[in-house]
C-alpha cells in the first residue's frame, strides 16, 4: 500500500525467513522477510502517518508511544535470537519501501556478513555493579538528625559525621576497585565488552551508586564461567546485576565490524 512503510527489526541469514516467528510486531502487524541474495530483514509494514518523516520525530519524544514501540520492538528481536544469529537493527528504523531496503541489503552485504560471523554463536550478558554505603552510615543519612546542641556536643557530632563520610568514600574507592577488577577479569573470559556510563538512579530504580556497566559478547559454552565469576565476587560494599542472555545489540552493528 502506498501509505505502508517497512519497519526493520533484525537482519539475518537467507535461513530465517523459513522460521519467523508467530507474534505480531510493531502496531500489531503481522512480520515478513524480505530478502536478497544471503541476507535476509525481518520486517513488518506501519503506517507514514505514524511512522513517516515527520511524524516520527514526534513521536519518539512521547515516552507512552516510545516504550510500547521498543516493547514490541525487543519482542520480535528476542523470538528471533532465540532460534537463529541475528543482528538487530536500532529502533524505529524504517525504510521507504521493499525496493530500497533490498538495495541497502545489496550495498552493505559484506559487512553484515561480518557481523553475523562475529555473532554467530554467541550472546549479548550485562552486568551492572552498585556502590552498597556501610549500613550504619546509610542509616545515618536516612534519619538526617539535627545538630545537637552545644559547643563539645557539636563538636561530637561533626567529628562523627566527617568519619561517616570518610568511611563511604573508602568504601567506594574499594568498589570501585573490585568494579574494575571484575571488568578486567570478564574481558579476559568473552569474545568482547562495551563499557557504557553508568546510568542515573532515576533510570535504574536504585539510590546506590552505579560503578560498572558493561556488556560482554559470550560464546554459548563460556556462558556458566560467567556466570560464575559473578557469583563469585566478595568485594564488600559491591552489588552486582547480571543479566541474559541477550541478543547481541551491544555488538551487531555495523560500523564495530
Same mark, same amino acid.
Request: net charge negative.
Given at each position: 500500500?502506498?501509505?505502508?512503510?517497512?519497519?526493520?527489526?533484525?537482519?539475518?541469514?537467507?535461513?530465517?525467513?523459513?522460521?519467523?516467528?508467530?507474534?505480531?510486531?510493531?502496531?500489531?502487524?503481522?512480520?515478513?522477510?524480505?530478502?536478497?541474495?544471503?541476507?535476509?530483514?525481518?520486517?513488518?509494514?506501519?503506517?507514514?502517518?505514524?511512522?513517516?518523516?515527520?511524524?516520527?520525530?514526534?513521536?519518539?519524544?512521547?515516552?507512552?508511544?516510545?516504550?510500547?514501540?521498543?516493547?514490541?520492538?525487543?519482542?520480535?528481536?528476542?523470538?528471533?535470537?532465540?532460534?537463529?544469529?541475528?543482528?538487530?537493527?536500532? =529502533?524505529?528504523?524504517? $525504510? @521507504?519501501? &521493499?525496493?530500497?531496503?533490498?538495495?541497502?541489503?545489496?550495498? /552493505?552485504?559484506?559487512?553484515? #556478513? %561480518?557481523?553475523?560471523?562475529?555473532?554467530?554463536?554467541?550472546?549479548?550478558?550485562?552486568?551492572?555493579?552498585?556502590?552498597?554505603?556501610?549500613?550504619?552510615?546509610?542509616?545515618?543519612?536516612?534519619?538526617?538528625?539535627?545538630?545537637?546542641?552545644?559547643?563539645?556536643?557539636?563538636?561530637?557530632?561533626?567529628?562523627?559525621?566527617?568519619?561517616?563520610?570518610?568511611?563511604?568514600?573508602?568504601?567506594?574507592?574499594?568498589?570501585?576497585?573490585?568494579?574494575?577488577?571484575?571488568?578486567?577479569?570478564?574481558?579476559?573470559?568473552?569474545?568482547?565488552?562495551?563499557?557504557?556510563?553508568?546510568?542515573?538512579?532515576?533510570?535504574?530504580?536504585?539510590?546506590?551508586?552505579?560503578? =560498572?556497566?558493561?556488556? $560482554? @559478547?559470550? &560464546?554459548?559454552?563460556?556462558?556458566?564461567?560467567?556466570?560464575? /565469576?559473578?557469583?563469585?565476587? #566478595? %568485594?564488600?560494599?559491591?552489588?552486582?546485576?547480571?543479566?541474559?542472555?541477550?541478543?547481541?545489540?551491544?555488538?551487531?552493528?555495523?560500523?564495530?565490524?
Amino acid at each position: 500500500m502506498p501509505d505502508d512503510a517497512v519497519y526493520v527489526y533484525a537482519i539475518g541469514d537467507a535461513g530465517l525467513a523459513a522460521a519467523l516467528p508467530g507474534i505480531a510486531g510493531v502496531s500489531g502487524a503481522p512480520l515478513r522477510a524480505v530478502g536478497s541474495g544471503a541476507l535476509v530483514a525481518v520486517v513488518s509494514s506501519v503506517d507514514t502517518a505514524e511512522f513517516g518523516d515527520e511524524a516520527l520525530p514526534r513521536n519518539l519524544e512521547d515516552l507512552g508511544w516510545l516504550a510500547d514501540t521498543a516493547r514490541a520492538h525487543h519482542t520480535v528481536v528476542d523470538a528471533l535470537a532465540r532460534r537463529h544469529s541475528v543482528a538487530p537493527v536500532r =529502533l524505529a528504523t524504517v $525504510y @521507504l519501501d &521493499d525496493a530500497n531496503l533490498r538495495t541497502m541489503l545489496d550495498q /552493505r552485504a559484506a559487512a553484515f #556478513g %561480518a557481523v553475523l560471523d562475529r555473532i554467530r554463536g554467541r550472546t549479548e550478558w550485562g552486568v551492572k555493579a552498585f556502590v552498597i554505603p556501610p549500613s550504619a552510615d546509610r542509616h545515618a543519612a536516612e534519619q538526617q538528625p539535627s545538630v545537637p546542641s552545644g559547643t563539645g556536643a557539636g563538636r561530637a557530632y561533626l567529628m562523627q559525621r566527617r568519619a561517616a563520610r570518610d568511611r563511604a568514600a573508602e568504601a567506594r574507592r574499594s568498589a570501585v576497585d573490585a568494579a574494575g577488577q571484575l571488568h578486567e577479569e570478564l574481558s579476559r573470559l568473552t569474545v568482547a565488552s562495551r563499557h557504557y556510563p553508568p546510568q542515573d538512579p532515576q533510570l535504574t530504580g536504585c539510590r546506590d551508586e552505579m560503578v =560498572l556497566n558493561a556488556a $560482554y @559478547l559470550v &560464546d554459548h559454552a563460556g556462558e556458566a564461567a560467567v556466570r560464575g /565469576r559473578v557469583e563469585r565476587q #566478595g %568485594a564488600p560494599g559491591l552489588r552486582l546485576e547480571l543479566t541474559g542472555p541477550w541478543a547481541p545489540y551491544s555488538f551487531a552493528t555495523v560500523e564495530q565490524v
